[in-house]
Each structure stands twice: as C-alpha cells, then as structure tokens.
C-alpha cells in the first residue's frame, strides 16, 4: 500500500530536454509530483506520474560523462563488469537506454566484443566514437523484438526509474538472459537516500516515477526471477548498483524490518526538512541578489531543472554553464536559462557559483582557477 507523503506540486516533466527557444523552455510541459511510500518493500512512487506527459525524443539529452570524475567512476564500473562477467574477444553486450552509445562502446572496445544498444532517443549525429564498429543502436524502445538476441552482459543504466510498471520491462529482460546461458544483468539507478537523508531534495524528477534503495531494488529483482549477485551504493553513494541473473539462488538482500522502520521515520521526517531546504535557498539567493552579486549554476541537468523548479525565484542567476556541447545554446527546461559553455564565465565574472553535485566541487574549481576566477562555491547539498 502506498502511502502519500509529499505534494512538490508541479515541475517539469524531462529534466534531459534541451529546448530550442528560452519561450519553448520556459513553457515546457508539466506535471505533477506527489510521492508515496510503501512500508512493505521500501519503494517510494509518484503517485501522479503520467507517462504520457514524457517524451524521449532525439532533444533528449542527460549524459554525464563530459565530466573527467564521472569518466573516471564510469571505467573503473567498465572495468569490473568486464573483468567479472565478459569473456575477452566473444563478448556479446547489450544496453538499454544507451544514448549515444559511448557506455555501451567502452564495454565493447574494453572486452574486444560487439554490442546492440536501445533507444528511442538515440541521435545518430551524435554516435560516440567508441561505438564505431563495435555496436548497433537501435532506435527504439527495449521489448519482446530482443529476444533471442545473445546478451553475455546486458546493462541498463538510469532506465529503471522511468518506468512506470518495471515488473512488464524486467520480464523481458529475464527472456532475453534465458536464451543467453550465463548472462548477467547489471542495473542502475538513482539512490533514494541522497534525497531523504542528505537532503538533496533536487534530485526528485517528474520523469524518475519510482524511487530506490538497496533492498527495495533487489526485493523486486527476486520477485521477477533473478538471483541478486550483488547490490552495492555507488558513486559517493549516489547511485544503487545491482548485479543478477536469471534463476533462483540465495534469498535477496531485501530491507530487513531495522531498515524499513529506518526508511519510514525518514519519510515520515521529509516533508519538513524538504520546506526548510527549499526556504533556506529561497533566502539565500534572495540575500545575494539584495547585495548585487552575481551568481552562476554549473550543470545544467536533471539537478539544475529541479533546483530552479523547486526554488522557484531563481532571478538571481545570471548564467547557467554546462561541460557538455550538446547542451550549449539551448535553454533550460521551465526558467528559459541559456546553456552556455564554461567559458561563458570569464564574461559574467561571477561572484558566487552554485555547484549542483558536490562529487564535482574539485574539478569546477579546478576550470574556475585554470581561467582566472575565484568566486564562492556554494554547494546545494
């Protein structure tokens, strides 16, 4: 049974759509955002999702791997799925929800193997190099059609949390690793935590229906007919990380009774701490703009669209930059911000930026000092 705990009221629907116009961005869809929580297995949903209301189009675009610390996370991840389950020079892989390709490609070129890769958003323009020659992309959604298509390793990474009814998607992913003796499936998604304990209430996306931990992820992998091999938090606790094949095996490692009732009083605690958060930066922006200083947000993904939405009066931001080209010269979806590239800052000569995920404090200050600038780092969480 879930149970409703917070109204964030009504937020953007994609936080990876880049818009053409500040007009288009500033009107761009909406939906609401009200939360449940079961006390059973732990999953907290929106329970106004309508998947309806999201569209993976080719302006679809929320990679992450422009950053030189997330590059790094995302070889040493490459190179334990590669080292544990893929067979050097006969690697089969597959992805689901694979971009531009480059996760997907990396795992081929690091195994000498060859990879199919699914999505409804993918930009040929924007093949990454890597997948050239090793993979085919198809562009559209992951179903039945793979079946019968060999997967050694089959990878979907922040796909999970889209999905307004996984058990449909998982059974799929089941059939495909039946026809694929040995085949491994890795999974990942945002981890619930970062939000309910260290507050970092930016990262509830309309487009993200169901969120995860640790035991709630492996308790729904079990119900769908995997062994869970591992489950892990990852990436400075950010994301939940799960290992599984097909198969009964040892009992997975669900939330025990400790946790839950844990996981419940954070819930139950949320709704306040979410208000104080989001008036304490409403106050403090306001206080910047009140003294005249120019403030800067560096990202602009799915934290930066949260932030604004939540905050609401972001007036005080006069530039928004991001590392990754395909988003420079589009706007940010609900404010209408201009991406610009870090460059940009040299101009604006901000007196304060605020840095979206602290994981990139050292690397932002480190490009900050490299053209000159020393402004305050503020850091959202």
Not at 73 to 82: K, N, Q, S, T
Not at 167 to 175: D, K, N
Not at 309 to 326: H, K, Y
Request: glycine share 10%; proline share 5%; net charge negative.
């Amino acid at each position: 049974v879930l149970e409703p705990f917070l109204d964030a009221g009504h937020v953007p629907t994609q936080v990876g759509t880049q818009w053409p116009t500040r007009e288009a961005a500033r009107d761009c869809p909406r939906g609401q955002m009200r939360l449940a929580f079961c006390r059973c297995c732990g999953l907290i949903y929106n329970v106004a999702f309508d998947p309806a209301r999201v569209d993976y189009s080719l302006a679809y675009d929320n990679a992450l791997h422009f950053s030189e610390f997330f590059r790094a996370y995302e070889l040493r991840l490459v190179e334990h799925l590669v080292d544990r389950y893929l067979r050097a020079g006969a690697a089969q892989v597959m992805e689901l929800g694979c971009g531009s390709g480059h996760f997907l490609g990396l795992l081929c070129e690091r195994a000498g193997g060859r990879g199919m890769g699914f999505d409804p958003s993918h930009d040929p323009g924007r093949l990454d190099p890597l997948a050239r020659g090793r993979v085919e992309i198809r562009r559209e959604p992951f179903s039945d059609r793979a079946i019968g298509h060999r997967a050694d390793l089959l990878c979907f990474r922040h796909v999970l949390e889209h999905i307004a009814d996984p058990r449909p998607f998982l059974s799929v992913v089941r059939r495909v690793l039946e026809s694929s003796p040995g085949g491994v499936a890795y999974c990942e998604v945002p981890n619930a935590l970062l939000a309910l304990r260290q507050l970092s209430i930016w990262d509830l996306m309309y487009e993200h229906c169901s969120y995860f931990v640790r035991g709630s992820l492996a308790t729904l992998f079990a119900a769908q007919g995997f062994e869970v091999l591992h489950v892990r938090e990852a990436y400075g606790g950010q994301f939940v990380g799960l290992e599984a094949r097909v198969g009964a095996g040892a009992p997975a490692p669900a939330l025990d009774v400790a946790e839950l009732t844990r996981l419940g009083a954070d819930v139950t605690a949320f709704g306040a701490h979410f208000e104080r958060v989001r008036a304490e930066w409403r106050a403090r922006l306001a206080d910047l703009q009140a003294r005249g200083r120019r403030v800067a947000l560096w990202g602009a993904g799915g934290k930066a669209v949260g932030f604004c939405a939540l905050v609401g009066d972001v007036s005080a931001i006069a530039t928004v930059v991001d590392v990754n080209p395909g988003k420079q010269g589009t706007f940010l979806a609900g404010t209408g911000h201009e991406i610009l590239a870090p460059e940009a800052l040299l101009e604006a000569a901000p007196d304060a930026v605020i840095v979206l995920n602290p994981l990139y404090s050292q690397e932002i200050r480190s490009a900050l000092t490299a053209m000159g600038l020393a402004p305050d780092l503020l850091s959202v969480s």
